[in-house]
């Protein structure tokens, strides 16, 4: 029996959400938000224009002078009133996650979960924002730093996990004082934004503080970035548009502070000594959960040639029996391709896989946008399907002698996000996790976590910044020095 996924919504989505309010944009194109997996049109927004963008912009510094000085016991209950709201609403949310970005159940109910969690834990935040006092040669001198909000940030989110990829900046920035306008990616519009807007707005925080805008990037991109009411831009996308973000920051009338969360290329390591059942679980989830469409996604996984048999022997019949295709049926783990581009880009890769010469184990033809699982063999670090991020359901699996070349595969890519080794010797998995150049390496688990008290990032081309805990609070807070002279002090002139 198929979930529902056409479950009503109470709410609804005119356009944009710019001081509390809610209209169309004044661009005048229309933006239409298809179900990837029928194409059957879910919504139609008329798109903001960047007299829409200034208006958002202005908003937000206005409305963020009060929210800085709100008590942090009612920063807190606002917050505390969204996870409920969330959780209440989550066969909802859960419904347009699976329709608007072919989400599966268990991927659409995991991402659900995870966004209540983070403003659960934000909820503390208020609280964190501490400042210090610390010593000084001067005599009778008071050293303070104050920590305090940067005022107003501004959010662009992807579409791969859009409710909480977005909700992740949103719910931070704004736990500390922070005043926000988010752009969602065009194809979600409703789960990386609008949704978002309505539950903050039902939960009680106050018009202009959150302000959604949905527009193209070739309107209002660049002028997103460059605006300079927005203090900081935090970015999660692809490498090549978030190198892009980043000059933009730097190029504008003020130098602005940046997080980026990019590209990946994933690597698990299967040592010698591994748990393989437990290995070839986290690669089947690490890797085909939503599709592959995932940053931590495992895109490469490595195993040591004395149980390299054993491991292809378990994991490929295993794979070769997921389901795919409608993503409201229960038990499928793989969905559509969220659009035709992705569609035609994860395509693309395979056939330059089976050019390069890669052994294709396990494939199949598309079902309409959907992608049948791949499996691809006899790999060389120099092929594209072993340096490219994809963003699909396709794997890599080489084969390596010993621990240093399996490091070696590991690290020859141009990203690091996360990672994962297994191991049954603790000591060995943490030695061999150390020389990782990653941001994140797990140790007997798959390449996808994330949990909200602790760090996230990237190293190389997968980014910069820290996400989670008491690191997404310091980026988002900047430190203000305040000394006090208590003495007479006596100047040479």
Sequence with gaps: MKAESNIPSPYVFPGQYIAGSWRPGRHGNVIKDANPFDGKVLLEVVGADRTDLDEA????????????????????????????????????IVSWLIKEVGSTIIKATIEADMTVAGVEEAAAYPYRVEGKIVPCDDEGTETRIYRRPIGVIGVIS??????????????????????????????????????????????????????VIVGSSSEIGDAFVTNPIAGFISFTGSTSVGRHVAQLCKTGKYIKGIALELGGSSPMVVLDDADIDMAVGATILGRFLHQGMICMSTNRVIVDSKVYDQFMKAFVPRVKALK???????????????????????????????????????????????????????????????????????????????????????????????????????????SFARRVEAGMTHINDMTVCDYPNTMFGGEKNSGIGRFGGEWIISEFTRDHLISVKRTKKQYPF
Excluded at 74 to 88: D, G, T
Excluded at 417 to 427: I, K, Y
């Design 324 to 430: 795919y295709g409608d993503p409201n049926e229960p038990g499928c783990l793989i969905g559509p391709m969220v659009n035709q581009d992705q569609f035609d880009l994860v395509i693309d890769q395979i056939k330059l896989a089976r050019k390069e010469g890669a052994t294709e184990v396990l494939g199949g033809e598309p079902v309409g946008m959907v992608i049948p699982p791949h499996i691809f063999t006899d790999v060389t670090t120099d092929m594209k399907i072993a340096q490219q991020e994809v963003f699909g359901p396709v794997i890599t699996v080489f084969k390596v002698n010993g621990d240093e070349e399996a490091l070696r595969v590991c690290n020859d890519t141009d990203f690091g996000l996360s990672s994962s080794v297994f191991t049954q010797n603790e000591a060995r998995g943490v």
């Design 57 to 92: 912009y202005q908003t937000a510094k206005t409305a963020q002078v009060a929210w800085e000085h709100t008590l942090p016991g009612q920063k807190a209950a606002i917050l505390r009133n969204v996870a409920r709201i969330m959780r209440e609403r989550k066969d909802e």
């Design 158 to 211: 992807p579409w791969n996990f859009p409710f909480y990829l977005s909700n992740r900046s949103v719910v931070t920035a704004l736990a500390v004082g922070n005043a926000v306008v988010l752009k969602p990616s065009q194809t979600s519009m409703v789960t990386g934004g609008l949704l978002l807007a309505r539950i903050y707005e039902e939960a009680g925080l106050p018009p202009g503080v959150l302000n």
